[in-house]
């Protein structure tokens, strides 16, 4: 069995291998090509935002990297309301690059359905078309699950794919009622307690959400 590298926190210098990572592939996403409708400039425009929303979790939240950088969990700490850079408004709206409307649309709709509660939200969940792909996307996600699980607060995440929902469920996720988001795609709202099994292990009593969504 190969041995598959091992997690470690990322830092403020691993921005740059971050981005790529993230980006690759929301542009080529429903999403992204709603985002950012012209194909040419598609992917310069979600680097710079997404490089944006990199730095503003790093400030708010934490990353978790393979050490090879072939993979990266970003997660934010949602304990209130998460509180904005300095300039961060008119970063976001410089880098949008004319599209500042449909990120805010998205924004909100992201919004309505995130639980009110105390929890941390995994942002952004990506994974280089590797070998073993699927193996090291467990090894980081549980790696994660359990630096988060340490605060005893519930982990949240949206799931794009079937594939993503179905491997957060096998980490202990709970899927939620999904939306609609904008483009055509469906996002998978996930709800993971805190104590839920690892892989492999058996549940002991059900996990249930104590938070509603709530409208924006």
Do not use: K
Not at 78 to 97: D, K, N, S, T
Not at 146 to 164: D, F, K, S, V
Not at 189 to 201: A, D, I, L
Request: aromatic fraction near 8%.
């Amino acid at each position: 069995m190969p041995h598959l590298p091992a997690v470690r926190r990322a830092q403020w210098r691993d921005v740059a291998d971050i981005v790529p990572l993230v980006t690759d592939p929301f542009a080529a996403s429903a999403l992204g090509a709603w985002l950012v409708p012209d194909e040419r400039r598609r992917r310069s425009v979600l680097t710079a935002v997404i490089r944006v929303w990199i730095e503003h979790a790093l400030l708010s939240g934490e990353a978790y990297l393979l050490h090879d950088r072939s993979a990266v969990a970003v997660w934010l700490h949602r304990f209130g309301v998460v509180p904005a850079p300095e300039g961060y408004g008119r970063r976001l709206a410089v880098a949008c690059a004319g599209h500042l409307d449909r990120f805010l649309h998205l924004d909100d709709v992201l919004h309505a359905h995130r639980p009110a509660g105390p929890h941390h939200h995994l942002a952004f969940f990506a994974v280089a078309p590797s070998p073993h792909r699927i193996r090291r996307a467990a090894t980081l996600l549980a790696a994660s699950n359990a630096r988060m699980g340490q605060a005893l607060l519930p982990t949240y995440a949206e799931a794009t794919t079937t594939a993503e929902r179905d491997l957060y469920a096998r980490h202990g996720y709970l899927a939620q009622d999904p939306f609609a988001l904008p483009g055509g795609g469906t996002a998978h709202p996930m709800w993971r307690n805190p104590g839920r099994r690892q892989p492999g292990r058996t549940l002991t009593r059900p996990a249930i959400c104590p938070y509603a969504a709530t409208p924006a």
